[in-house]
């Protein structure tokens, strides 16, 4: 542990069609003995993919800390969750490379969220989807209208 205190990253990503237009939220919380504070974030592209808004929201959360922290980041995208767990150290071995020899994909996200995980210590944790998971509807609520407001 870095600090003893957690950070919990809720992020999620949304696109209307694959591709099409996108967008990506987050929800960093922090409990203190005092109160609970919270930040969210969100944005847009007018043609993206889901896959790259799911990596997206998980930067930009990340991004957002001020110090190294200890992270607990909750995603309902298994690509994020396995690529943080299991995938990312195997490409990295592989030069960056899938088990098949062929090139990860959206690698420009992929190694910005490597270097971040370089300076977090964090623990992906998969949430299913659009189950009641409280915080998971508000990211994937704000997720959504970016994708929406994309459109215009």
Known sequence: MLNGQ????????ACLGNPGPG???YLLRVKTLKDVKEKEGCGSHASTTNNRMELKAAIEGLRAL????????????Q???????DWLREWKARGWRKADKSPVLNLE??????????????????V?????????????????????????
């Open 6 to 13: 957690i950070v919990e990253l809720f992020c999620d990503g």
């Open 23 to 25: 967008g990506w939220a």
């Open 66 to 77: 001020k110090r190294p922290c200890d992270v607990k980041l909750y995603c309902d995208s």
């Open 79 to 85: 690509y994020v969750v396995k690529g943080i767990k």
């Open 109 to 126: 996200l992929w190694r910005e969220l490597d270097e971040l995980l370089n300076i977090h210590s964090v623990e992906a944790v998969w």
């Open 128 to 152: 299913k989807g659009h189950a009641g998971h409280p915080e998971n509807e508000r990211v994937d609520a704000i997720a959504s209208r970016q994708a929406s407001a994309a459109l215009v």
